[in-house]
C-alpha cells in the first residue's frame, strides 16, 4: 500500500522543539523529492520545505529558515523535520508529501502555545 504515515506532533512552548517523522512506503521512496505542508486555523495551505532525493539540496520557506531542518534516511524510507525556536504562527497541521503527484500524509497537529 503507497501511504505516509506521520508522527511527532503535539503542544510544545514557544521557543521549544519538536521532531516530525514521515514513514514511507508502497514507493521507492529514494527516488523522489519530499516536501513538507502546513496549513494553520482557517489559512490554505503552505509550503514548507522541500528536500530532493538524496537529501544533498534543501529548500525552505522564509518564516522557517534557519529554525527548521528537513532531512531524510532513505535506508529507513522516512523523512524529518526538526523544528526549533517554535513560534504560535508556526501552529498548524503539518503533512509530508512526495513529489510529484498527490500522495500526502495523514497530517499531525502542532500547537505551540504557553
Known amino acids: 500500500q503507497v501511504q505516509l504515515v506521520e508522527s511527532g506532533g503535539g503542544l510544545v512552548q514557544p521557543g521549544g522543539s519538536l521532531r516530525l517523522s514521515c514513514a514511507a512506503s508502497?514507493?521507492?521512496?529514494?527516488?523522489?523529492?519530499m516536501n513538507w505542508v502546513r496549513q494553520a486555523p482557517g489559512k490554505g495551505l503552505e509550503w514548507v520545505s522541500d528536500?530532493?532525493?538524496?537529501?544533498?539540496?534543501?529548500y525552505y520557506t522564509d518564516s522557517v529558515k534557519g529554525r527548521f531542518t528537513i532531512s531524510r534516511d532513505n535506508a529507513k524510507n522516512t523523512l524529518y523535520l526538526q523544528m526549533n525556536s517554535l513560534k504560535s504562527e508556526d501552529t498548524a497541521v503539518y503533512y509530508c508529501?512526495?513529489?510529484?503527484?498527490?500522495?500526502r500524509s495523514q497530517g499531525t497537529q502542532v500547537t505551540i502555545s504557553s
Open positions: 528536500i530532493n532525493s538524496g537529501g544533498d539540496s534543501t
Open positions: 508502497g514507493f521507492t521512496f529514494s527516488s523522489y523529492s
Open positions: 508529501a512526495k513529489i510529484p503527484g498527490t500522495l
